[in-house]
């Protein structure tokens, strides 16, 4: 009978849990294209690299 107690804290840990996530979580960071340096890959330049 002492299943009933640690099933309800157990669910109230999960719904506490649950909801911080959905209220307090971090905003998602948008992708800033200017950090890259360029989209293509000189193979050249690695190349020489790996040498």
Do not use: N, Q, W, Y
């Not at 309800?8 to 307090?24: N, W």
């Not at 050249?44 to 040498?51: D, Q, S, V």
């Amino acid at each position: 009978m002492r299943a009933h107690p640690v099933v309800a804290v157990a669910t109230l840990i999960l719904v506490g849990v649950g909801v911080k996530l959905t209220f307090f979580s971090a905003p998602m960071a948008a992708a800033d294209v200017r950090s890259t340096k360029s989209a293509s890959i000189d193979v050249a330049e690695i190349h020489r690299e790996t040498i």
